[in-house]
């Protein structure tokens, strides 16, 4: 399984996944000529445009992008895809079309078999068991939370810690918190900016310069950085 | 209907509730002995806890508090309540507890025939028609997003205006923007944290002193202050 999941998209001064071009070079590798892309968790911009903000970086890569609501069978075009990418913004729209469109068991077989997924955001909210670490406001029902599952933990991207001053809402890590109250057997891992994980097979990398805090039912929190080996993640619990 | 829906009950340097002590005082006005009080909302603290939060208030107004989740039969203990009292927590959690146990019609039907109903964050998204527009992270699934439906209209609780520096996440109002966009017809109501509604019948009208921004699908959003007119909130469509 070859895995490429990123936080965000958008980082302060930059184009957008400009921060993340050489992560995603070296994940293709030269050997992929184009990616399929997902852009279902776009609401107030078409799937066009959301296509069109992608292509600066992938053009500089000199790798092309089909976006699967041009195709007339969505399905065939995962079975035939070279790579797939999902996109971020509403994990609630994404979902419910993957689900709507019978494209969750077909993306997991082909990804199972191989296929590299690249996801960023609700992109890669959806690479968890659930939906149910998204920080997305829940504007429709997917009819289900349950989610592709390429990976046994939880994502929650966009990870901050605090809360902007005046803001009496819950924090992040109390939000995670109670997410673990109802399910303690599940991990957590708390996704910063900038940074994504890399999954090759049974080896988890973090990319990026922030520390990844990883939450587990019962335990403090803890802070890892690129260094640490984040394999637990994948291990069967 | 008599309704008074809190955006929060934490403020700044006062205790639980403190800040609407008035408001609720002179909602119940002196002649409620008890009010019945559903802590399904909270999560990572006991039932229990959650009463006793709410007693320092509540008694300094000579009023009763009791948890439904102390009662026997807690449909009729609905049934039998002077006042109901809804408190905030996760949104999700409340809804597959207010759903799996045959509340929200009896609620509903109460509240129709004159019963207060005092709700606070959670307590207040699930008083509209659905929870779409709660800012909890979906930790369960509540098999429906459907709510009580006491209002026609969805209040964002904890309306926070922009993002913290370094946040590029959505902001709020780009979230209820996606939430519009899916529902065209639904008015949305920014809640700031202090703020609430009270309902009298067709009456509705804002409490404290922060703006409330109302959004409406393709119109600029509008900034109303409490000597405002709110009752197009509460016509129908």
Redesign the interface.
Known sequence: MRLLLLS?A???GMGYLEHAREHVRDFLGGTVPRVLFVPFAA??RSYDDFVGQTLPVFDALGVAVEGIHRCTDPVAAVNEAPALMIGG??TW?LLRELRSQALLPAIRARVERGMPYIGW?AGSNVACPT???????????PH??DALGLVPFQIN??Y?HGN?P?????TRE??????L???PDVVVAGLR?GTAFRVEDATLRLLGDAECRVFRHGQPPRELTRGDDFGFLLAPR
């Not at 109390?174 to 997410?179: A, D, G, M, S, T």
């Open positions: 965000n958008k980082c302060e609401v107030t913004g509403n729209k955001s939906i149910m670490t998204t920080n997305d406001m829940p504007i429709c029902d289900g939370f991207p966009h901050l902007p005046g803001f009496k809402g819950e109390e939000r995670i918190n109670e997410y109250a109802l399910h900016e």
